[in-house]
């Protein structure tokens, strides 16, 4: 079973600049996470897709940030236009259902660099 | 404010020794709390998840604790390998959405 993936893994972006990740989940996970973590800062939370419906987004930094997950597949995260405290690893994960203990399966992260 | 602290940040061991790394957190409503394990260049990998009611899961060498009226958490590594050398990161997830919050992680180095 192939596991969550995310392309690009590195973007290298000028101050400005618009950048598309993206987030394919294990097939049949209707849950969808994108989480973020700055430079030497925790990982944290950005929003929650159940399907293509946003369950929660209250972990968005501002609305430079935009999130879709149409048909409820894959998730794409639009930076526009990017900051310097955008760069970070962003991490997406996904999980089968919304039981308290789903385990939460992450992609390897999408390292961002803004100049 | 829920928030998770570990320690330490880092350490070192030898291939073969235990070792054990601590986690407080201060998450409410409590629903379970979670150790992963990170790799360089590659996302946290579940190691165990334990509920409230739960104060010890193991998972072949690394056995979790869990005091929930003290609020902390443990992970210990039994006869480390080398392949055991990455970042250990305590998630707690409340009771309030699927929202998890994440600890700093201690960043464990096992040499030969």
């Known amino acids: 079973e192939a596991g969550v993936t995310q392309f690009p893994s590195h973007s290298v972006i000028e101050k400005g600049q618009t950048v598309t990740l993206r987030c394919d989940p294990i097939?049949?996970?209707?849950?969808l996470y994108w989480y973020r973590r700055v430079m030497g800062k925790e990982i944290k939370f950005l929003l929650h897709?159940?399907?293509?419906?946003?369950?929660?987004e209250s972990g968005m930094p501002n609305n430079r940030f935009l999130a879709e997950r149409t048909g409820g597949t894959y998730s794409t995260l639009k930076v526009q236009p990017a900051e310097l405290e955008d760069s970070g690893v962003y991490f997406c994960?996904?999980?089968?259902?919304?039981?308290?203990?789903?385990?939460?399966?992450f992609g390897p992260g999408t390292r961002l660099t803004v100049l | 404010k829920n928030q998770v602290e570990q320690s330490p940040q880092s350490l070192i061991i030898l291939e073969g020794k235990n070792c054990t790394l601590q986690?407080?957190?201060?998450?409410?409503?409590?629903?379970?709390l979670r150790w992963y394990k990170q790799d360089t260049g590659r996302g946290p990998v579940s190691l165990t998840i334990m509920t409230f009611s739960e104060n010890t899961k193991s998972n072949g060498r690394y056995t979790a604790t869990l005091d929930a009226d003290t609020k902390q958490s443990s992970l210990h590594i039994t006869a480390s390998q080398l392949s055991d050398s990455a970042s250990y990161i305590c998630?707690?997830?409340?009771?309030?959405?699927?929202?998890?919050?994440f600890g700093g992680g201690t960043r464990l180095m096992v040499k030969p």
């Open positions: 897709f159940v399907k293509e419906s946003k369950q929660d």
């Open positions: 986690c407080n957190y201060t998450v409410s409503p409590f629903s379970n």
């Open positions: 998630v707690a997830k409340n009771n309030a959405g699927n929202m998890l919050t």
């Open positions: 994960a996904s999980s089968q259902d919304l039981r308290s203990t789903d385990t939460q399966y």
């Open positions: 097939s049949g996970h209707d849950n």
